[in-house]
């Protein structure tokens, strides 16, 4: 494999030209590194991508794209810990949260969160900047994830979701082999006393909820999805796989026998909108964390 590459004073400019994940590029455009030393290019923030500063090791590359391996670290006023930054504009910020990361402080709770982080870092380039909660995670899901700098951009996503987003697909890995290689939930869905969502197949008692997966890969203990909702509703994923047998890993709340990843085996993979201002459809996208595709392996 070649890599095409131009080097100057302040970086290392090398244009991909193969498919591959970052940190896997990286080793093959540097055969003369140690391994150790290519890592630290990730941990040391020196390697950009589209004005972005890139960390993930397993952030996704094409034929056409260029990789900046910066000669020194790169200067940020507010480190972005937990998530990678994958769409700002004047309006919004997309992201990539990472599991075990609240969304938003809870009247019980008053950590860290994902608002927080990214509040600190509009206000570093603009002390009156605000910002804005569109939905939310839960703590133990990670993947895309949407925010407002604007209450009208907010506003304008929030009271018109359902038409705004046009695409919301997550992965999940299940516990046991899903024998139908694609299918649809529907059912109703409420919330009980303790706060935990469960599911009803009567009209009427709850919310109707509409689910669709694929099954991507399989084996004997578990099986990845590709799951697409076409409603959103509270822990709708978690309670309609459970409902098919086939819990998520590591979500005790809904079923789950095992905790192989020490973690929620889900993932929001892709965000598609009409952005709320100019109309522009924006298609964010992540991928299957590496850490699932391990368990088929």
């Given at each position: 494999m070649n890599t095409v590459s131009k080097k100057d004073s302040h970086q290392t400019t090398l244009r991909v030209t193969w498919p591959a994940l970052l940190l896997e590029y990286l080793y093959e455009s540097f055969p003369e590194r140690s391994r150790k030393s290519v890592k630290s290019l990730l941990e040391q923030k020196q390697i950009m991508i589209a004005n972005r500063v890139v960390t993930r090791f397993d952030y996704p590359l094409?034929?056409?794209?260029?990789?900046?391996v910066l000669k020194k670290k790169a200067a940020q006023e507010v480190t972005l810990r937990k998530m990678n930054l994958l769409y700002e504009d004047e309006h919004l910020l997309v992201i990539e949260k990472?599991?075990?990361?609240?969304?938003?402080?809870?009247?019980?709770?008053?950590?860290?969160?994902?608002?927080?982080?990214?509040?600190?870092?509009?206000?570093?380039?603009?002390t009156k900047a605000q910002l804005y909660v569109v939905h939310r995670l839960d703590r133990?899901?990670?993947g895309v994830m949407m925010f407002a700098k604007s209450k009208e951009?907010?506003?304008?996503?929030?009271?018109?979701?359902?038409?705004?987003?046009t695409k919301r697909l997550y992965y999940a890995v299940v516990e046991g082999r899903v024998p139908k290689e694609a299918g649809e939930i529907v059912s109703y869905l409420q919330e009980n006393k303790s706060l935990k969502m469960y599911s009803s197949k009567t009209s009427g008692e709850g919310?109707?909820?509409?689910?669709?997966?694929?099954?991507?890969?399989?084996n004997a203990r578990y099986s990845l999805l590709e799951v697409e909702?076409?409603?959103?509703?509270?822990?709708?994923?978690?309670?309609?796989?459970?409902?098919?047998?086939?819990?998520?890993?590591?979500d005790k709340k809904y079923g789950a026998l095992t905790d192989p990843l020490?973690?929620?085996?889900?993932?929001?993979?892709?965000?598609?909108?009409s952005h709320p201002i100019t109309g522009e459809c924006l298609h964010l996208a992540t991928p299957v964390p590496a850490i699932f595709d391990k368990l088929f392996t």
């Open positions: 094409e034929p056409g794209m260029e990789v900046f990472s599991s075990r990361l609240l969304s938003v402080a809870t009247a019980k709770e008053n950590e860290e969160t994902a608002f927080s982080i990214l509040k600190s870092y509009v206000k570093s380039n603009n133990d899901t990670s951009a907010q506003l304008k996503l929030q009271d018109n979701w359902d038409v705004a987003v919310q109707k909820a509409v689910t669709r997966y694929r099954v991507l890969k399989s909702l076409e409603t959103g509703r509270k822990n709708q994923i978690r309670v309609h796989l459970q409902d098919m047998g086939h819990s998520i890993a590591g020490r973690r929620l085996a889900l993932h929001a993979g892709i965000l598609e909108f």
